[in-house]
């Protein structure tokens, strides 16, 4: 995915916003999105733990980026990480999350992106469960999910 780098000084902050080339423009993702998910999918942001929508879901069905309506996360792959975030142990394919270094914050992580629009998803840690043990901790309005049987 052909990435570009925007960055973005406030009176408070600075950040770098990655977006995808063939993206929206900014002004459109502010008019699609809600003002926190464009906090979190365009800014990089993060919801509080235990706050999003998705975080004790146990329903079965497919997460997908609320930003592009990409397919990302099965629920077959969620499990209960104790993070307040939804957490999965692999996503649908490889091919649709990018993984990027993260140095925010003081810490060495690696950020989750929609490879499809470059939204922020979360971070990836390696203390999953087996057989990745990996830990896909993702912000819940970074996701759309449709329940199995309302699948069409």
């Known amino acids: ?3 570009t780098a925007k960055y973005i000084k406030s009176t408070f ?15 459109e993702w ?22 999003g ?24 792959a969620q499990f209960e990480s104790g993070c307040g975030w939804p957490s999965f142990s692999v996503p649908i394919s490889d091919k649709d999350v990018d993984l990027q270094s993260d140095l925010s914050l003081g810490l060495k992580r690696e950020e989750v992106l929609c490879n499809k629009c470059g939204g922020h998803l979360g971070h990836v840690f390696d203390d999953g469960p087996k057989p990745t043990g990996l830990r896909y901790c993702i912000n ?13």
């Open 1 to 3: 995915m052909d990435i």
């Open 13 to 27: 902050y600075s950040f770098i916003v990655m977006t995808a080339k063939d993206s929206k423009s900014e002004d």
């Open 30 to 51: 502010k008019q699609k999105l809600t003002k926190e998910q464009y906090h979190v999918l365009r800014l990089k942001g993060t919801e509080r733990p235990f706050s």
């Open 53 to 76: 929508k998705y975080w004790n879901n146990r329903e079965k069905g497919v997460y997908y980026c609320a930003g592009c309506g990409g397919p990302l996360f099965d629920s077959n």
């Open 140 to 152: 819940s309005i970074s996701l759309d999910f449709i329940p199995e049987d309302k699948k069409d």
